[in-house]
């Protein structure tokens, strides 16, 4: 499968009913070694002050890490968490959220991500959170190959 | 305020429009330095194999750690998150998920939480997640005192 | 190899010339998914304050974990860590530090496991650190087993 | 007092008797929000397999964050550590380690670094850890201002 077609095959699970699609992530671009995500702010995103939910922003970093990760390893499998950590470093008060996920460290069955998180708002940039995750590798469903 | 009028504070704060309360985020129990959230699977909180989605965990605790930092805190303060980090140890794949905070210390700037996660099935409890967080105290705006 | 002589194997391999015999680690006991390490102060092992550097509480509560992971994992396996996380929750001035590590999740690849870190002063015990760890198992060498 | 001042500070800092400079760590360079720190091997600074060992990379890694976070501080103040997180990469098996401490988030209270640490083996670098850390404003003592 070429690197076109597993990004191909990565969207289209995201398209799958579950709380990637419900809350509207998507991929903006994919590279080797590197993938973003972006996610526009609703009100059902929102926490006590009105700008993302800490878990909302941990879940884009935590996404995006994993299908970073999963370009990354060999055809047929998937990366899943084992653990992620992150910084919030600034209220994530912009209309949107952009997670940058680089592979720090790339391997067939563990991988660990940093994603950079920024919050967009009237067309400026400033991060908003930092996160690095440990990933390892599994068998993708025969499902979804 | 009482201990019992704070955490009917907290919970009407959750109550307002918000990822919180979108999700289904329920406070099960408070007590001196420990507090119990609860959430309900739906199909829109999932993942790919169909068990709770990384990011409604990590958010489940995060939630539940700052909950349980800001019944610790001066009242008149909320808790921030300053970091998370957390282990996924096995599928949620539950009909529910319950985050049980305790704090492991408590502060009037810093407090430090562990949250364990447990995937309720069939009425049976098993471990999914662990985390820790750290808090630091804001103040609680006016509006909301 | 029984419970007892894994212990001594363990115990043996602390022996071997390197840090942690260098800074005077110890086993203090070990049973069923629990060990405990301790370590006495030294003006080698301070900073700035006088009180136990940061770099050794993490070298300690490290040495704990990866212990007390091997200790579950099938004979002829050693835990190395992919990763720790430590909070330093008070400064560490006492006499000697006490590393209690616990296994949250055993396995026979990967391991998660909590420490809690006390700093001893006059008998008196205080908590100083906590941390996570997770483990992964690797062949022990030949020349060990 | 000018920035190579507050270096130079630093530098006295770390000749102090304790762990830095009994392991032997060294400020390679420091300039705005980036400071390297670096540590030959020696046989009391290794682990098992004669690598060097993990507690002595997170303390190389704990260290050059705190010097560099307090590089950004109001002079007068001393970064102490919160937490920090650290993925073990590969194993550390050069002549020296080289920790890259460069601020992700500065500020007058908290700060967030993160922390590439290499090892040097016949003149390559291999990027051996990962860390992030979080750091607290302090006081200097007056003795050291």
């Known amino acids: 499968m070429s690197g076109a077609d597993r990004i191909k095959q ?3 699970i995201m398209e799958l009913p579950g709380f990637s699609k419900s809350v509207g992530m998507r991929v903006v671009s994919a ?24 878990g909302v922003i941990a ?5 995006a890490a994993g299908a970073c990760a999963t370009l990354s390893m060999p055809e047929g ?3 899943v968490s ?21 592979i720090i ?3 067939s069955t563990i991988s660990v991500v940093k994603v950079e998180v ?13 996160a690095t ?10 499902g979804f190959r």
């Open 10 to 12: 990565l969207a289209g």
């Open 31 to 54: 590279e080797s070694g590197k993938l973003t995500m972006a996610l526009v702010k609703r009100p059902d995103l929102t926490q006590f002050f009105g700008h993302f939910h800490g």
């Open 59 to 63: 879940g884009l970093a935590d996404h």
């Open 77 to 79: 499998k998937i990366a």
């Open 82 to 102: 084992v653990e992620i950590k992150i910084n919030f470093l600034a209220p994530a008060d912009g209309e949107e959220i952009i997670a940058r996920a680089e």
């Open 105 to 107: 460290q790339g391997g």
């Open 118 to 130: 920024s919050s967009r708002k009237a067309g400026a940039e400033r991060i908003c959170a930092f």
């Open 133 to 142: 995750a440990t990933m390892r590798a599994m068998d993708l469903p025969a």
